[in-house]
Nanobody, 124 residues
C-alpha cells in the first residue's frame, strides 16, 4: 500500500492563501496521476484538482478554477496545492490520492491510495 501524507492545512481568513503538500515517503508515485479531493462536514468527498504523472496536464473543478494550482516534483515525491483567494466555502478536510491509472478522473473510485487528510478552515 502506498502511504500518502498531507500537510500545510490550517486557518486562514477569506482572501488568504495556503499551500498544501502531499508526500509519499515509502515509495515513488512518479507514474501515477495525483489528485486532491476535499470533504466538508456533512457532505460527500468531492474532486478538486488532479495532475498527470509528468506534471504538464491538470484538471480543475469549476469551483476552484483560477484560485487553486497543482504542481509536482517527482524527485521529491511531493505534490503541491497552492490555494489563493480562499473562500469560506473552501473549508474542508483536503485529501491527496494516487490514481489507479494515468487519467485525470474526478471520481473517488478512480483513486486507490489516500492520505489521512489535512484540515483547512477559512474564516469570513
Amino acid at each position: 500500500q502506498v502511504q500518502l501524507v498531507e500537510s500545510g492545512g490550517g486557518s486562514v481568513q477569506a482572501g488568504g492563501s495556503l499551500r498544501l503538500s502531499c508526500v509519499a515517503p515509502g515509495r515513488t508515485f512518479s507514474r501515477n496521476t495525483i489528485g486532491w479531493f476535499r470533504q466538508a462536514p456533512g457532505k460527500e468527498r468531492e474532486f478538486v484538482v488532479a495532475i498527470n504523472w509528468s506534471g504538464n496536464i491538470t484538471n480543475d473543478a469549476d469551483s476552484v478554477k483560477g484560485r487553486l494550482t497543482i504542481s509536482r516534483d517527482n524527485a521529491k515525491r511531493t505534490v503541491y496545492l497552492q490555494m489563493n483567494s480562499q473562500k469560506p466555502e473552501d473549508r474542508a478536510v483536503y485529501y491527496c490520492a494516487a490514481a489507479i491509472g494515468g487519467g485525470l478522473g474526478v471520481g473517488v473510485r478512480e483513486y486507490c491510495y489516500w492520505g489521512q487528510g489535512t484540515q483547512v478552515t477559512v474564516s469570513a
